[in-house]
DNA sequence: GAGTTTGAAACT
DNA sequence: CAGTTTCAAACTC
């Protein structure tokens, strides 16, 4: 597995095949990884099975124990060496990763405000063992909250339920609440007042506000992490564009087309990756134009 | 913007 | 598994 960096500091993640470096899959990365940072390793055999397909957040996740299980250790390449063995700073800094959004939700920090952040791919090998960490603690801990509920049930629900004694779930602290489902059987809140009769959040959900956010929330581009698995935009909604999970993944199969199509013709690994990399380049420029044309601006060509 | 409240996650 | 601590977000002033 081979993470590119792109100019404009966007990311893939391509996967070697049969030993040989073939381009099989290129998956974008977050485009929140450090910069200047290149990371090459190994990759375990069952990824090579998903070739063609996007890794949701938890398989991710999953494949990074199993790599650890395995054994296997990243190794550097060009940029920044990584920290190995007694070399490491001290015990790993995000042992308390799980408060952590963007490490919750499987991400890199990003021009977060975070103290000491080791959630990047500058402390990858003490990243992947907080992960293994929280994956043996909770093998759930990765997947989204809000699940489909028991079988046959159409509603939402959080799959472990509130555990609210102060804000009768009528307030974003409550998980339920925050992601605008009634709270169920399995919660253990106290005073609830998230049920479906309930005059208080009858009152609540008629205010404007609630009503202009489940606005937001019916949109597919602002569908946070809790739904679909996908990084959360809890602390700035407006952050949301017209680059939806669609328009990546769409971006993602012109990548895959253009390096199969590289493949077939037997380019060489530099030609493949310049073929990509203008590929690239016409499929920000489409988006561009979509975005700058929905806001009603023009593009200086 | 600072201080307080809250509940999830981590820890013991 | 229950109680405690830590943490970051939500909330209030």
Redesign the pocket.
């Known amino acids: 597995m081979v993470i590119c960096q792109l100019k404009g500091g966007a990311q893939m993640l391509c996967i070697e095949h049969s030993g040989t470096r073939e381009l099989k899959s290129l998956h974008l990365v977050p485009q929140h990884q450090d910069q200047n940072n290149y990371l090459q390793s190994d990759v375990p055999k069952p990824m090579t099975t998903l070739v063609g397909r996007f890794l949701p957040v938890p398989a991710k996740l999953n494949l990074i124990a199993q790599q650890l299980d395995s054994g296997a250790r990243p190794s550097a390449v060009p940029g920044p060496a990584f920290p190995t063995g007694s070399a490491l700073p001290g015990p790993p800094k995000i042992?308390?990763?799980?408060?952590?959004?963007c490490f919750?939700s499987g991400d890199f920090c990003n021009n977060?405000?975070?103290?000491n952040c080791c959630n990047n791919l500058r402390h990858e090998i003490e990243r992947f063992k907080a992960i293994k960490?929280?994956l043996d603690?909770?093998p759930e801990?990765f997947q989204p909250?809000i699940g489909k509920g028991k079988l046959g049930d159409v509603k939402p629900r959080h799959t472990?339920?509130?555990?609210?004694?102060?804000?009768?779930?009528l307030?974003?602290?409550?998980?339920?609440?925050?992601a605008k489902i009634m709270c169920s059987s399995i919660c253990k809140?106290i005073g609830c007042k998230n049920y479906e009769e309930s005059p208080e959040r009858k009152t609540l959900t008629n205010m404007p506000s609630y009503v202009e956010m489940a606005d937001l929330e019916g949109s597919h581009h602002l569908s946070p992490t809790k739904f679909s698995g996908l990084p959360r935009f809890?602390?700035d909604r407006r952050l949301s564009s017209c680059i939806s999970w669609e328009v990546v993944e769409a971006t993602c199969a012109c990548l895959l087309a253009q390096g199969e199509e590289a493949e077939k013709e037997h380019c060489s690994e530099c030609l493949a990756e310049q073929m990509i990399l203008e590929e690239f380049g016409r499929c920000l420029s489409q988006i561009l134009r979509i975005e700058f044309k929905s806001k009603g601006l023009k593009i200086e060509s």
């Open positions: 042992t308390l990763a799980g408060y952590c959004d919750a977060c405000n975070c103290n960490a929280c603690r909770n801990a909250k472990k339920g509130c555990n609210c004694k102060r804000s009768g779930c307030k974003n602290y409550c998980e339920c609440y925050e809140c809890r602390k």
